[in-house]
Structure formats: structure tokens, C-alpha cells
């Protein structure tokens, strides 16, 4: 007996060296490899995003031929979207859903380690494509045939890197599904979960009903290519626009995968920092799931231009509006829990309230477009930009970066420095909208997407938008800065607590949590639950 | 030694994981490689590293298992994780299956004059017409040469793949049978009715194999026949991969049996396959009906 409580004592007990990492069973190391990757793959993906606004700082072609300026528009979105964003996703709730749930670990740990070593591997098979003749990817992110089918050696790269991150995610969310559901603390019902829990299972079922489509898209893409089938190619009865349905399939609930983590995120800062309990948990719940529901039926809104049979344009318009009825749910519940709440604002409420503005901008933006005829004048111009663009900056990635200025003294055991959180918040915040506030108007005005000159009308605008860009650039230095003088320990010892009203199972751990979170199963009770 | 919290079980770091992702992208390299025309070898060696990998990393999981490390929770979690990964393979042939749906409702009616998008039809395949099977492609309807293979003649429904419906079919009952003889602790019906399930199995991928070379070598029914063909092969292509992994899988699940694993109330790894299958037949129902049938 004596003998286990002093075996107890040293459970803490951790892997050392590379194989610490290498080899890792442990949801908060792996959780930790993922968000530094993600910040890697956000500096990559924004370095490209620089060049981009370098070039078309002024009309004509300045730095980078035309090729690779599409090759830049292309990687840019594949590394943001599935190096940057979904890793970032991914490791908040590598870190986090044990915690809150009252469990040790993830269900599979060795699965999650897998679904992280993954990533490194394929993007280099994915960057490696810079490199062969032919170059990398320059057909835009969404690949439409017969362009794609054009890219040089680089292209079964491409489609194998694709491959290659499907397998990673459908793991990871298999993984997350798995313990959610079967390794809850006694007492903490489905009910009583933490929002950012909530959205996290209803995004992992996104993931494996929507990544295996993708995979399948990208298939026909090679046998098109390689073996003469014919998907989409219609001189042998196919079509090139069912490649555009087959991967919409997937590529508007992946906007969903995106963007509803960080719903959960802010859903569980903006209670602390208004000092009072979500307004409407069972209908946040039950937003966030029709949402996830509806996005399986309003791909074509993406392809509103292709010469849809009128049927399908309606539908599709029909649809894509009704999302925005849970989305408005979500929004107004937001707006109720800060109402007469006694607030404050720390970094990270900032950057939520961040997300609450900017979202409904890109929302906004995203409903005209939504409605059929309007959208002929819209597409694939610089409007659509700055729609997704407001939508994925201050909509999700403003998200993790509330979740990481929340959750970083849990992690680290001391506080983050608040004067350079501020400084990244408002710097970012006025370089954002410097950035993609703009391109509402040059798009509207007709400056299409993807090309690397412009009539000369734009240069105004062009310029004061590459200046945010580069502004928005530098000022995400500020974030690592923060993020290494936490890891380092520099900075104010924090309590468990860490903030004075903080709800659930995650702050009941000391900062930084021991090892393995929770050796024994909490006991949760309505009082101790999230909600 | 691995930790055990109570309730909870939490594996040892593993080499496995990483192991894998390192044979996967040298799979992939390896497949790059080779679909430049550059040499397959980098390819071989990338699915041996995976074989090695599946292989180690599951004799671990077998021993941790026969160890008594599992207990029922991690139980449960091993059957979300199965019931959850056999719903990404329903939507991965679903997107297979949405192609070939698309194909006969929209692109091929489309393309011979039907409905709103009739120009294609009128300006550059006027002769073109929609029957399916689709033995003639819109492009060998004009002078110019076609890029595709001219079907002499399609698999009809009530040869071969009717027969491998019944065996399919079978092998589902054989499977359950053993599950019965399984939970009732009688080995030797078990072995047997295990053995019964892979047999079938192989037969199924042999007939399979001779349907494919008569399409080859007497129908010019080829992946390169337009939609048709590659609809056609791409999915009962993709199905036959599956009958020939789940039959793997009951293979080394009969092994194990025959070794003495798994108990009448504990045998996750025996149900997991047997879904497995169970799911392999229920696709090819589909693919009979929609690819074969109507
Ligand atoms: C949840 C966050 C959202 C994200 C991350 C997002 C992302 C995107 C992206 C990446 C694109 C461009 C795809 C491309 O062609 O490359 C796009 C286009 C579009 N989005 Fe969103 N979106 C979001 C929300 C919405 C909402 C709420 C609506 C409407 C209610 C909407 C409607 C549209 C429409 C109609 C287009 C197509 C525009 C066009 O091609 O003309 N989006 N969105
Ligand atoms: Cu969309």
C-alpha cells in the first residue's frame, strides 16, 4: 500500500530527450507539438501571403513571375488552411478536452500521436513540389480540373499530401470522438459539457463524413490524370463541374471544421471575462449542431457561376441564407451573456470580441453572396477575398489566439505579459481591417482573384492593403514573443484559478497541470459543471 | 510497465506512430516517384515499412491485450474508433458512388441535348447520345480520334456478379455463424466457420479477378473506357481492395483463434472485423444494384 502511494508520488515522472516527443502517449505534449507546428505553418503560409501583397503592390509584374505568384496563392491557402488552422484546432483540443472532461488522456494516445507526425511529413511532400519540374501547385487550393491536371511532377504530390492530411484528421477525429464519449469524469453528462467540447465532437463528425469525400475527389483527379478514366473530362461522358460538387461537398462543411472551434473557444472566454454564466447553453448546443447539419446542403453556393439548373442555383440560395438563422443564435447569445455582466478586458476577451464583430462581417458578406444573382457579380473577385478572409483572420484564427492568451498560464504556470497581449490585439486589429476591409471595394469594383496584375484604378487601394498586410505580418512577431516568455517562464506566477471567474474542470488542475491531468475521475456536480 | 490510473489504462510511449508516418511518406514518395516514370522501388520499400509498422504495432496492441491490460472502457473506445472508421470508408465510396449517380442523372443526359445545358451537345457532340451502359463516349461520335476505348460489351448482372453476391452473402452468414460458435466457447466450430469466411472471401477476389480479365481481353471494357469504365472500375476496384484487406484481417483473426486468443465475452477484435466485413458486403449490395444491375 505504502509502496503505491509513494509510486503515486512520482507520477509525475516524465519521458526525457527527443523521444520525449518522438515517441509521445501524452495529450498535452502532443497537444503542445501541434500549436508550435501550427505557429511554424502561419509564418510559412504568411511569408508566401507576403509576397503576394509584394507583388501586387503596384500594378505589373514587380518581383515573382506569374506562375509563381499562383503557386503562392495556392500553397498560401493549403498550408493556412490545413498546416496552420486545423493543427491549431487540433491541439487546443489536444490540450484541453481531457481537462475539461475529468479524463488522463485522449481514448487512443498512441493514434494521436500518429495524427500529429503526420502533418511535418506531408507538408514536406507538399512543399517539395517547389522543387520539381513543373513547380508547385498553381491551380488555386480547390484544385478544379483541367487546370490542376496541368501542374508538372509536383502533381501526385499534391494529391498524396492530400491523402496524407485526410488521414491524419479522420484519425484525430476518431480519436476525439472516442473520448468524448467514453471517457467522461462520473457526472459530467453530455449537458454539462464545456461548449468548446460540444463544438469539438460536432466538428470531428464533420471531419470524418466530409475528409474521405475530399479524398475520393482528389483520387479521380489522379486517375484522371495517370490511368485515362474520364470523371472529368466530358469527351468521355463525364464532367469538370462534378469535381467542383464533389469537393464543395467537403469544402463547406471543412469551413465549418474551421470555424467552429473557434465558437467553443469564445463561448467559454466570454463567460469568464462577463462574470456570468453562458446565455442559452442547450441552444448554443443545438445551433452549433444545425449548422453542421445545414452545411452539407449549400455547397453549390460556390459554384453559383458554372450554368447550375435553376432548381439547384434556388436551392442552394435558399439554403445558405438558413444558416445564418442558428449562426444568428449564436451571435445574439453571445451579446446576452455580456449584458449587464460585469466585464472585463483581458487579452483574451479582446480578441473574442474580436471574433464577434469581425465574424458578422465576414457573415454579412458571406449572406450577399448567398443570394444567386448578386453572387454573378461577386465571384472570384476580390469581394469573396475579403469575405473568407474576414471570416478565417479575426473569425477563427482570432479564436485561437483568445484560446491560447486564456489558456496559456494553464499551460505554462505563469501569466502572459498583458501589455504585449493588448498591443498584439490592437495592432492586429488595425492592420486587419486595413487588410481585407479594402478588398470589399476594389472587388466590388471588379478586381478579380488569383492574378498578378490589376488595371491601374486599383493601385490606390492595393497599396494601403499590402501596407496592412505586412503591418498584420509583423505584428503576429508580438505573439511569439508572449508565447516564448511564458515557455521560458518569465512572467507572474499563476494560480490554479488563473482567472477570478473561471468555471470547469480544467482550472481545478494546478498551472501546469501535472502529467497525466486526472489520475483519479473527478466527481462533477451541476455546481462544478462548465455551465 | 505501463500506467494504470485506477480506472483508466494509458500505453507506454510507442516507437509505432512515428514508425508509420515514416513508411506512409515514403509510400507516398515512393508512389510519386513512380507515377513520373522515375522507379517503383522507393514505392516497394515504403509499403514493406507499412506492413512492418502494422505488424509491430499491433503485436503490441495483442499483448497488451493478452496481458489483461484492457479493461472494458478501453473496450469501448476501440469500438467507437472501429464503427467511426468504417463511416469515413462509407464516405469515401460515397463520393465514388455520388460521381457515378451524377454521371447517369446529369453529365450524360447533359451532353446528349437534354435539359437546360444542351449547347455542349449542340456545338460539339451533336450525334452524341444518352444510353447507359455508356459504350460510346461523345467524343468517338465525330470524326476525330477518341481518346477512350469503345466497349464491345458490358458485364451483365446475372453472371459472375450475381454469384459473387450469393458467396458475399454467405460469407456474412459464415462470419456470424463463428460469432455464435464463439460466444458458445466451441473453438473447433469457430475455426471452422472462420476458415468457411476467408475461403469465400477468396474465391469472391478470384472470380472477381477472372471478370476483370474477360473485360480486359474479350469486352474492351477498360479503366480507359470513358465514365462508364471508370466508374465501373474504380468502384468494384475499391471494393475488391476491401474484400481483399477484411479477408486479410479474418485470416489473422483465425490464426489468433487457432492459437487460443479471445474469450466468449472478450473478443473486440474479432467483432471489429467481422463489422468490417459486414460493411465490405452491405457496399457491394450497392455496387450490384447501381453498377451492375439497373
Ligand atoms: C464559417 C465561416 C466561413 C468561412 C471559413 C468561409 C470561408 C469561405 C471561403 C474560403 C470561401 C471561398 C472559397 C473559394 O472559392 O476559394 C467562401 C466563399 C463563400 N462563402 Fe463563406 N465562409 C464562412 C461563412 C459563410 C457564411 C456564414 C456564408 C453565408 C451565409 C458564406 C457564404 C459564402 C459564399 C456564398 C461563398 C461563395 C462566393 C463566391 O464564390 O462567389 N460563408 N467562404
Ligand atoms: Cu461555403
Given at each position: 500500500m ?9 507520477h ?16 498535452k505534449?502532443i497537444?503542445?507539438m501541434?500549436?508550435?507546428?501550427s ?6 503560409g504568411?511569408?508566401?501571403a ?6 501586387l ?29 486545423m ?20 481514448a ?8 500529429f ?6 507538408f514536406?511532400l507538399?512543399l ?11 491551380g488555386?487550393?480547390t484544385?478544379?480540373?483541367?487546370l490542376?491536371?496541368?501542374l ?20 484525430g477525429?476518431i480519436n476525439?470522438i472516442?473520448?468524448v ?7 459530467m ?21 466530409s475528409?474521405?469525400v475530399l479524398a475520393?475527389?482528389?483520387?479521380m ?5 495517370y490511368f ?20 464543395w ?5 471543412e469551413?465549418?471544421i ?7 473557444i469564445?463561448?467559454?472566454?466570454i ?7 453562458l ?5 448554443m ?11 452539407f446542403?449549400?455547397w453549390?453556393h460556390?459554384m453559383?457561376t458554372?450554368?447550375m439548373?435553376l432548381?439547384g442555383e ?17 451571435i445574439?447569445?453571445?451579446?446576452a ?9 483581458e487579452?483574451?476577451m479582446?480578441f ?16 450577399m453572396?448567398g443570394i444567386?444573382p448578386?453572387d454573378?457579380?461577386?465571384?472570384d ?10 471570416v ?10 483568445a ?28 492592420s ?7 478588398m470589399?471595394?476594389?472587388g ?7 492574378i498578378?496584375?490589376?488595371?491601374t ?6 497599396q ?16 511569439v ?19 477570478e ?6 482550472w481545478?488542475?494546478s498551472?501546469p497541470p501535472?502529467?497525466h491531468?486526472?489520475?483519479t ?11 | 510497465?505501463?500506467?494504470?490510473h ?7 510511449p ?5 514508425v ?21 522501388v522507393?514505392?516497394?520499400l515504403?509499403l514493406?515499412?507499412v ?6 504495432w ?8 493478452m496481458?489483461g491490460n ?7 473506445s ?16 460515397a ?10 442523372v ?8 437534354e435539359?437546360?445545358?444542351?449547347a455542349?451537345?449542340?456545338?460539339l457532340?451533336?450525334?452524341?447520345q444518352n ?10 461520335t465525330?470524326?476525330l ?5 469503345l466497349?464491345k460489351e458490358?458485364?451483365?448482372?446475372w ?37 468457411a469466411t476467408?475461403i469465400?472471401?477468396?474465391i469472391?477476389l478470384?472470380l472477381q ?5 474477360h473485360?480486359?481481353?474479350e ?12 466508374t465501373?472500375?474504380?468502384?468494384t ?5 476491401h ?8 485470416l ?8 487460443g486468443?479471445?474469450?466468449a ?7 471489429g472485423?467481422?463489422?468490417?466485413w459486414h460493411?465490405?458486403?452491405?457496399v457491394?449490395l450497392?455496387?450490384?444494384i447501381?453498377v451492375?444491375?439497373i
Amino acid at each position: 500500500m505504502s509502496e503505491a502511494v509513494a509510486h503515486d508520488d512520482h507520477h509525475d515522472h516524465k519521458p526525457t530527450g527527443i523521444g520525449r516527443w518522438l515517441f509521445s502517449t501524452n495529450h498535452k505534449d502532443i497537444g503542445t507539438m501541434y500549436l508550435v507546428f501550427s505557429l511554424i505553418m502561419f509564418f510559412v503560409g504568411g511569408a508566401m501571403a507576403m509576397v503576394i501583397r509584394a507583388e501586387l503592390f503596384q500594378p505589373g509584374l514587380q518581383f515573382v513571375d506569374p506562375q509563381f505568384f499562383n503557386s503562392m496563392t495556392t500553397v498560401h491557402a493549403l498550408v493556412m488552411i490545413f498546416g496552420a488552422l486545423m493543427p491549431a484546432g487540433v491541439g487546443l483540443a489536444n490540450w484541453m478536452i481531457p481537462m475539461m472532461i475529468g479524463a488522463p488522456d485522449m481514448a487512443m494516445p498512441r493514434m494521436n500521436n500518429m495524427s500529429f507526425w503526420i502533418l511535418p511529413f506531408a507538408f514536406t511532400l507538399l512543399l517539395l513540389t517547389f522543387f520539381m519540374p513543373g513547380g508547385a501547385p498553381a491551380g488555386g487550393w480547390t484544385m478544379y480540373p483541367p487546370l490542376v491536371l496541368q501542374l508538372g511532377d509536383g502533381f501526385p504530390f499534391l494529391i498524396f499530401a492530400v491523402h496524407f492530411l485526410g488521414v491524419s484528421s479522420i484519425m484525430g477525429a476518431i480519436n476525439i470522438i472516442a473520448t468524448v464519449f467514453n471517457m467522461r469524469a462520473p457526472g459530467m453528462t453530455f449537458m454539462r459539457l464545456p461548449l468548446f467540447v460540444w463544438t469539438w465532437i460536432i466538428t470531428a463528425f464533420l471531419l470524418i463524413a466530409s475528409m474521405p469525400v475530399l479524398a475520393g475527389a482528389v483520387t479521380m483527379l489522379l486517375t484522371d490524370k495517370y490511368f485515362g478514366t474520364a470523371f472529368f473530362n466530358a469527351a468521355g461522358g463525364g464532367d469538370p463541374v462534378l469535381f467542383q460538387h464533389i469537393f464543395w461537398f467537403f469544402g463547406h462543411p471543412e469551413v465549418y471544421i474551421l470555424v467552429l472551434p473557434s465558437f467553443g473557444i469564445i463561448s467559454q472566454v466570454i463567460p469568464t471575462f462577463s462574470r456570468k454564466p453562458l446565455f442559452g447553453y442547450a441552444s448554443m448546443v443545438y445551433a452549433t449542431a444545425s449548422i453542421a447539419f445545414l452545411s452539407f446542403f449549400v455547397w453549390a453556393h460556390h459554384m453559383f457561376t458554372v450554368g447550375m439548373p435553376l432548381t439547384g442555383e434556388l436551392f442552394f440560395m435558399y439554403a445558405t441564407m438558413s444558416i445564418a438563422v442558428p449562426t444568428g443564435v449564436k451571435i445574439f447569445n453571445w451579446m446576452a451573456t455580456m449584458w449587464k455582466g460585469s466585464m472585463t478586458f483581458e487579452t483574451p476577451m479582446l480578441f473574442s470580441i474580436g471574433v464577434l464583430f469581425m465574424f458578422s462581417i465576414g457573415g454579412f458578406s458571406g449572406l450577399m453572396m448567398g443570394i444567386t444573382p448578386v453572387d454573378f457579380q461577386y465571384h472570384d473577385t476580390y469581394f469573396i477575398v475579403a469575405h473568407f478572409h474576414y471570416v478565417i483572420v479575426p473569425g477563427i484564427i482570432y479564436g485561437v489566439f483568445a484560446g491560447v492568451y486564456y489558456w496559456l498560464p494553464k499551460w505554462t504556470g505563469v501569466m502572459y505579459d498583458e501589455k504585449l497581449g493588448k498591443l498584439h490585439f490592437w495592432l492586429s486589429t488595425i492592420s486587419v481591417n486595413v487588410l481585407f476591409f479594402p478588398m470589399h471595394f476594389i472587388g466590388l469594383a471588379g478586381m478579380p482573384r488569383r492574378i498578378p496584375d490589376y488595371n491601374t484604378i486599383f493601385t490606390g487601394w492595393n497599396q494601403i492593403i499590402s501596407i496592412g498586410g505586412f503591418a498584420f505580418g509583423l505584428s503576429q512577431l508580438i505573439l511569439v514573443w508572449v508565447v516564448i516568455k511564458c515557455a521560458r517562464g518569465q512572467g507572474e506566477k499563476a494560480t490554479d484559478q488563473v482567472w477570478e471567474s473561471a468555471h470547469g474542470l480544467e482550472w481545478t488542475l494546478s498551472s501546469p497541470p501535472p502529467f497525466h491531468s486526472f489520475t483519479t475521475p473527478p466527481q462533477v456536480t451541476d455546481a462544478t459543471a462548465h455551465s | 510497465m505501463s500506467d494504470s490510473h485506477g480506472a483508466y489504462y494509458i500505453p507506454e510511449p510507442s516507437r509505432w506512430p512515428v514508425v508509420g508516418s515514416m513508411a506512409l511518406f515514403t509510400t507516398f514518395v515512393g508512389a510519386g516517384l513512380f507515377l513520373n516514370g522515375v522507379t517503383p522501388v522507393v514505392l516497394y520499400l515504403g509499403l514493406a515499412a507499412v506492413i512492418y509498422m502494422f505488424y509491430g504495432w499491433f503485436s503490441d496492441v495483442i499483448k497488451e491485450s493478452m496481458g489483461g491490460n484492457y479493461n472494458h472502457q478501453v473496450d469501448i473506445s476501440f469500438r467507437w474508433g472501429m464503427s467511426w472508421f468504417i463511416f469515413s470508408e462509407v464516405m469515401f465510396f460515397a463520393a465514388f458512388f455520388g460521381a457515378l449517380f451524377y454521371a447517369r442523372v446529369y453529365s450524360v443526359p447533359w451532353l446528349a441535348g437534354e435539359g437546360a445545358k444542351f449547347a455542349t451537345h449542340e456545338f460539339l457532340w451533336p450525334d452524341f447520345q444518352n444510353v447507359w451502359p455508356l459504350i460510346t463516349t461523345p467524343d468517338m461520335t465525330t470524326a476525330l480520334t477518341s481518346h477512350f476505348t469503345l466497349i464491345k460489351e458490358v458485364i451483365p448482372a446475372w453472371g459472375i456478379p450475381a454469384i459473387n453476391t450469393a458467396i458475399l452473402l454467405a460469407s456474412g452468414g459464415t462470419i456470424t455463424f463463428a460469432h455464435w460458435a464463439l460466444k458458445k466457447n466451441n473453438r473447433k466450430a469457430l475455426v471452422l466457420w472462420m476458415a468457411a469466411t476467408v475461403i469465400l472471401g477468396a474465391i469472391f477476389l478470384f472470380l472477381q479477378a477472372e471478370e476483370y480479365i474477360h473485360a480486359y481481353h474479350e469486352l474492351d471494357l477498360k479503366l480507359t473506357s470513358g465514365i462508364y469504365g471508370s466508374t465501373f472500375f474504380m468502384l468494384t476496384g475499391f471494393h475488391g481492395f476491401h474484400v481483399f484487406m477484411g479477408a486479410t484481417m479474418i485470416l489473422i483473426i483465425t490464426l489468433r483463434c487457432l492459437k487460443g486468443h479471445f474469450t466468449a465475452e472478450d473478443h473486440f477484435a474479432f467483432e471489429g472485423v467481422a463489422w468490417y466485413w459486414h460493411f465490405v458486403d452491405v457496399v457491394w449490395l450497392g455496387l450490384f444494384i447501381f453498377v451492375y444491375w439497373i
